[in-house]
């Protein structure tokens, strides 16, 4: 079975600091991982992915995320937050071959002034 | 190139009642999912389609719900009877090719349901 831990369900953070957002997986098989984006009524949005290719993920709008095996963990960074990275932003594991995405339950990210 | 669409972006309607939710996925994409996504929570896969098959339907109530994507392109979800509990976005997701645990899915805007 996989799944995925997101803690906080809630992260403010001031314009200019750094963002963490934590996820931590359980696969027992090499995990494919996943963070997507959601703006207030819209869809979800590929930030980046992990396959195992390299183990620092740059994703778009300067997110990045760094596997670690040993730790069980995948989290999303970002040097300097902007006013527009507030959102929700979720972890997702696929472990299997049916592309079938595991969700954690979010992480909603407040950007102040 | 376009993204998924979906229609209609809000729906509300009275428990009892009938609802149905489309989709139009990504021109060329095999692979057609449905979630379902209740307030505070990650979105949980309804169904999946490869093509016009079904390949997962685990976690779809099949007492109420039902779901089809006739000549594997468009897709529709029905809930009959709605209950209250069935209040959520349903999104409706879709990605090239099928079997690859890393294959990239794209997102719709959602249907946002509210069952009174």
């Known amino acids: 079975a996989q799944s ?4 906080g369900s809630h992260v403010s953070v001031s314009e200019g600091a750094l963002v963490l957002l934590r996820c931590n997986y359980s696969s027992s098989v090499p995990p494919y991982l996943f963070w997507y984006v959601q703006y207030p009524n819209q869809g ?9 290719a390299a183990t620092l993920v740059k994703g778009i709008n300067g997110f990045e995320a760094e596997f670690k095996k040993s730790e ?7 040097p300097s937050a902007h006013m527009s990275d507030a959102a929700e ?15 954690g339950t979010g992480t909603r990210l407040q950007v102040t002034l | 190139e376009a993204g998924v669409a979906q229609s209609p972006r809000y729906k509300i309607i009275e428990k009892r ?3 149905a939710f489309w989709c139009n996925p990504i021109s060329g994409h095999a692979t057609l999912y449905w979630y379902q996504q ?79």
């Open chain 2, 17 to 19: 009642q009938s609802v």
């Open chain 1, 89 to 103: 932003y979720f972890c997702a594991v696929n472990t299997g071959t049916a592309s079938k995405l595991t969700f």
């Open chain 1, 72 to 78: 069980t963990s995948f989290h999303l960074t970002k």
């Open chain 1, 4 to 7: 995925v831990t997101q803690l």
């Open chain 2, 38 to 116: 209740i307030l505070g929570q990650g979105p949980k896969l309804l169904i999946q389609f490869q093509n016009n098959g079904v390949v997962d339907d685990s976690q779809l109530p099949k007492d109420r719900f039902s779901a089809e994507r006739l000549k594997g392109v468009d897709s529709t979800l029905k809930i009959q009877p709605a209950k209250l509990e069935d209040s959520a976005v349903y999104l409706c997701a879709s990605s090239l090719a099928f079997g690859y645990s890393q294959e990239t899915q794209y997102f719709g805007p959602g249907t946002r349901l509210l069952v009174l």
């Open chain 1, 44 to 52: 979800l949005q590929l930030l980046l992915k992990y396959t195992s």
